[in-house]
């Protein structure tokens, strides 16, 4: 796919080629605009990325304070309060100038380049970054459905759910169990579920219910970090935690979150709490605008996050094929960067270079052991691909994980005041 | 007299870091032994290239997901503003394997002398 750079766009108004529509800028009216929609870790970084006082950079988020999925699985655990993962806009827009709309992005007109607003309201842009995380295919797993996460949460979105599932575990007794259905792939943040389930022994080891167990009914063959969670488990909580992958169970057949049970091919399992966690899609407003591809899932250019849709909108974060990079925060933004350099490249002439992507998942198996698995990633041939990983091992010192532990502290400080300020 | 400072500084850049809660990740030579195993003609080159300060801010974004501007916690240093030779040495240390924290290894290993000189540069102009 060919883009006019700035240069190449003058040049072609010069010649006389009068059809194309010209960006607000080139009329000296006003600074070319951006829109970002959702203010997650991929919106949110792109924002403050793109706001250097040259753009007009507007941000679209339904909620007016913003929940972190990663780090809620430590709320759950008692090791975080639900204050200190929860961040507000108001220095994106004091410090950095976004205009922050609170509101929900309903559709986007691509020909007219109007974002419209339930309200209402429209949006017009130069340049879109559509980042709206996932929307969660209830029916994917037979009996659940929106309405029944109020009893069953998947807390796969940060903020009422998440607390949802902790008033739930906090209601536990001695004795009572939990059941949790993994998510299919691709989903966000591979290793999220297992570090839940982690936080959830923890609770029950803190609280001392020695005879609570939790059963993890998985639609996979294995999972992120496998080695390294079973370990742990093993090490902290000895028999509280059972993982069921697919080759064992043959199949989820339903739910049903009134009566508490999941029943599988193999057999029906029953919890006094059920943490039901579905197939995902991207965000709706990806699916509108018709940016997907089979998968519900947005492709994008390795080497710009540009749309391979739409020239004029990016796509990051969860919504977006993103080649080997997983579905994470600090994926969403690093890939935010890249956008953002591309974008102001696009309306303002700067410099591009090369796509450089990063990401780490850090995971709490139990107190202060923290292990991590991350990578450095580049455009190669067309894709997103991993120049070089790393993975913590089994069997290594106490020392040492806590050490990994208390890097995740510093890097959740870090990635928080990346995004917000 | 150059690497007898080149070991002081990084010692001095070592134990502040270490002082920071980095562990090296079970490294166990001193960062003084560090210091004297980094390459010091790719040092003195990057330290000699012509930096891209807008390459620098890009690339920093990069160090910036993690190493906050102004953190609070003290398990990841603040790097804003560091002495230019500092940071080529600290991401020398951890390309070359005398340093051993699993995430700077791979960030440095994918970073080229422009590269580190370009990061370097900008943050110490910050």
Known sequence: MKHLSRRQFNKALGLGVASLSAPSMLLGQSKPKVVVIGGGAGGATAARYLAKGDLDVTLIEDSKKYTTCFYSNLYLGDVRTFDSITHGYEKLASDFGVNVVNGFAMEIDR??????????????????????????????????????????????????????????????????????????????????????????????????????????????????????????????????????????????????????????????????????????????????????????????????????????????????????????????????????????????????????????????????????????????????????????????????????????????????????? | MRQVYAGLVLSIFSAMLMANGDSNEGASSSSAENSSQINSSQLSEILALQADIDYGEYIAGECLTCHSVSAHDKSIPVIHGSDKKLIVEALLAYQQGVRENSVMRSVASNLSDEEIAAVATFFNAQ
């Open chain 1, 111 to 421: 020909a007219g380049q109007m974002v419209k607003l339930k309200d209402g309201s429209s949006v017009a842009y130069d340049k879109l970054v559509v980042a709206p995380g996932i929307d969660l295919v209830y029916d994917s797993v037979p009996g659940y459905s929106e309405e029944a996460a109020q009893i069953a949460p998947h807390a796969w979105q940060g903020g009422a759910q998440t607390q949802l599932l902790k008033e739930k575990m906090d209601a536990l007794k001695n004795g009572d169990n939990i059941v949790m259905v993994a998510p299919p792939n691709p989903y966000r943040c591979p290793p999220g579920p297992y570090e839940r389930v982690s936080m959830m022994a923890h609770m029950f080891k803190q609280k001392g219910m020695t005879d609570s167990t939790i059963t993890i009914i998985d639609p996979k063959t294995k999972f992120s970090k496998q080695g390294l969670f079973t370990e742990g488990w093993e090490k902290h909580y000895s028999g509280v935690i059972e993982w069921i992958g697919a080759d064992i169970h043959g199949g989820i057949k339903s739910v049903d979150v009134e009566a508490g049970t999941v029943e599988t091919d193999f057999d029906t399992f029953e919890g006094q709490l059920l943490n039901i966690i579905p197939k995902q899609i991207a965000g709706s407003i990806a699916q509108t605008a018709e940016l997907t591809d089979d998968s519900g899932f947005c492709q994008i250019e390795a080497e710009s996050m540009r749309s391979q849709v739409d020239p004029n909108i990016f796509v990051i974060g969860d919504a977006s094929v993103a080649g080997a990079m997983p579905k994470s925060g600090f994926s969403a933004n690093s890939q935010a960067k890249v956008a953002a350099l591309n974008i102001r490249a696009d309306l303002l002439g700067t410099k591009v270079f090369p796509a450089k992507y990063s990401n780490t998942c850090w995971s709490l198996i139990g107190t202060d052991d923290g292990v991590k698995v991350g990578a450095q990633y580049a455009a190669v041939d067309g894709k997103i691909a991993s120049t070089s990983t790393f993975i913590s091992q089994t069997g290594e010192d106490a020392a040492l994980r806590k050490t990994t532990y208390e890097e995740s502290i510093g890097w959740y400080e870090g990635i928080t005041s990346d995004m917000f300020g």
